[in-house]
Every structure is written in C-alpha cells, then in structure tokens.
C-alpha cells in the first residue's frame, strides 16, 4: 500500500521560510515523478511544483517561482519544498502527490495523495 507522509508545516511570518518534506512507502520511488499541491481555504486545489523522476526537470507555477524550491532525494524516498518569501497568500494546506510515469508534470495524473500538512502564514 502507499503511504505519502507530509511533514514540516506549520506557522511563519510573512518574508519567512519553511521547509516541507514527503515521504513515500509502498511503491518503486525513483520511478514517479512527485509534486506539490494546495489548496487554500474556499478555494480549488492547485499545481504549486513537481519534479522528475531522477530530478533533472522541475515545474513551478507563476506565483511561486524564483521562492520555492523542490529537490528529492531518491535514496530516502523523500520530496522536498524549500519555500521562501512566504506571503500571506501562500496560507494552505500543502499536499504532495506521486505520479507513475515518472514525468512529474503539472498535468500529469498524480495517483497518490498523502494527508496534507498545514501552512500558515502571518502578515
């Protein structure tokens, strides 16, 4: 069974950093492409970042280039999201997604969800 396991939410001052990991259990890792969604409260889910299997390729949606950063770490099974400039805006819950092509697409068709880790920040 897969398991994604977020972690490292949680509160920060606006111009802040936060760190988010996931985890993942169950499946071959280093053949998905993984990436990162939120979904603000009242609002739809969206594309915030996603990389490729082996980490050579990385997307970012508009409002979080140049402050995020997304990394893996094969060996551990483990995404990150290094966010930085935190705004107000970036309040959500953050969840990281696994897709089996290993593309790591915004449009790929991500299987796997894990529970969502909450970020808020402060203005």
């Known amino acids: 069974q897969v398991h994604l396991v977020e972690s490292g939410g949680g509160l920060v001052q606006a111009g802040g950093s936060l760190g988010l990991s996931c985890t993942a259990s169950?499946?071959?890792?280093?053949?998905?492409?993984m990436g990162w969604f939120r979904q603000a409260p009242g609002k739809e889910r969206e594309f915030v970042s996603s990389?490729?299997?082996?980490?050579?390729?990385?997307y970012y949606a508009d409002s979080v280039k140049g402050r995020f950063t997304i990394a893996r770490d094969n060996a551990k099974n483990t995404v990150y999201l290094q966010m930085n400039s935190l705004k107000a805006e970036d309040t959500a819950v953050y969840y990281c997604?696994?897709?089996?092509?290993?593309?790591?697409?915004?449009?790929?068709?991500?299987?796997?969800w894990g529970q969502g880790t909450q970020v808020t920040v402060s203005s």
């Open positions: 169950g499946l071959t890792f280093s053949s998905y492409g």
């Open positions: 997604a696994a897709e089996g092509t290993g593309w790591g697409t915004p449009g790929s068709r991500y299987a796997y």
């Open positions: 990389i490729f299997w082996s980490g050579g390729a990385t």
